[in-house]
């Protein structure tokens, strides 16, 4: 067992760089983990930052000065986060409470749905099967219905807090591309002066997570404003809610699909009824859903190498367990970043060290 951890470690460890590397991984999850929660809006602007830096160092090279570069960027930014707060966000709340008074009609139809499905199919189901579903789903809405009822009276403190988040964010985005520079003069005084695993990491890092992020945010804005533009023109109820959630879906491969599917499905349903309309909004959605997945992807994430379903799934779970919300949005750069760190760690061709296979 020694000679085998031994080896490993000859294999894998060898390189001083490779265990300060290390170690700075288990101490950044660390933190996350342990102060995740309170440190989220720091690491949520560190993101925020590095994405926007590309956009920065592009302008810098067509010749604009850094500091105006900066301040554009910055205020593009500021500008689409003051228009979701102020423009978006008021109207997506209007329709959720919207929902949520029509929530009691959709029950109502939702019984009279199970009650006919006994008379059409009573060979696959039973009335009394048909009682205990409603039942469970009645069960689990009424929890829900509570969750959102305690919500809206104790989250007056949890308000006040993201009003303080929404203003630091911005702050310290500001600061974090100011002051880029300087930040990562003082980190890298504290790493040994020769790095090239860590150069090569950050520069794989820096391509790949840059595209991709960059590219998710084209693809949220086209995949939901489609979505919103056809369900719009069909008539369908409370499409700027769904319209973003089937935006923000495509951050979260193959899950979010699934999952945002679900609603547009029910609200369609109980919008139109079973029949032609309802299979219209589904060929839509369904289209739209290709469209992304076949044509939109592969040329927006052609340079990005493209991680194995598994391999996503794993780190929407895991990310998501550690740091919630932001985990599971994060989830597929900090794999890629992960990815790039595997890819070019140090690894000797032997697995034994040259000493143990001495008598």
Request: glycine share 8%.
């Amino acid at each position: 067992m020694v000679r085998i951890i031994r080896g490993l470690a000859h294999k894998y460890f060898s390189d001083d760089e490779a265990v300060i590397l290390f170690l700075l991984l288990v101490f950044g999850t660390l933190v996350v983990v342990m102060f995740g929660h309170m440190l989220a809006p720091v690491i949520a602007a560190v993101i925020i930052a590095f994405i926007l830096q590309g956009l920065v160092t592009k302008l810098t090279t067509h010749g604009v000065p850094e500091i105006v570069s900066i301040i554009g960027v910055f205020l593009v930014f500021l500008g689409t986060l003051i228009g979701f707060l102020f423009g978006l966000l008021p109207i997506i709340w209007t329709q959720v409470t919207s929902l949520a008074g029509e929530t009691p009609r959709i029950f109502r139809e939702m019984q009279t749905y199970f009650e006919l499905l006994p008379q059409q199919y009573p060979n696959l189901i039973s009335i009394e099967q048909v009682n205990n579903i409603y039942q469970q789903v009645a069960g689990e809405a009424a929890r829900m219905t509570q969750v959102l009822v305690s919500f809206s009276i104790s989250s007056i403190p949890d308000l006040v807090a993201l009003l303080i988040y929404m203003v630091l964010l911005p702050i310290l985005v500001f600061f974090f591309l100011k002051d880029r520079n300087l930040l990562l003069g003082a980190v890298g005084r504290m790493l040994p002066h020769q790095r090239p695993m860590m150069h090569r990491i950050w520069n794989e890092v820096n391509i790949q997570c840059a595209n991709y992020v960059r590219g998710k945010a084209v693809e949220i804005l086209i995949v939901g404003g489609a979505t919103y533009v056809c369900f719009k023109l069909m008539g369908m109820p409370y499409a700027a809610l769904l319209s973003l959630l089937v935006g923000i879906s495509v951050v979260i491969p193959y899950i979010g699909a699934a999952v945002v599917t679900v609603p547009v499905a029910i609200i369609a349903l109980f919008a139109f009824g079973w029949g032609s309309h309802f299979i219209w909004v589904m060929v839509i959605y369904g289209i739209i859903q290709g469209l992304d997945g076949n044509v939109l992807v592969p040329v927006l994430f052609s340079e990005v190498n493209n991680l194995h379903p598994v391999v996503i799934i794993i780190a929407v779970l895991f990310f998501g367990g550690i740091w919630g919300l932001w985990g599971v949005f994060f989830a597929i750069p900090l794999a890629t970043m992960l990815k790039a760190v595997f890819s070019a760690w140090p690894v000797k061709n032997s697995s034994v060290a040259p000493e143990l296979d001495q008598p």
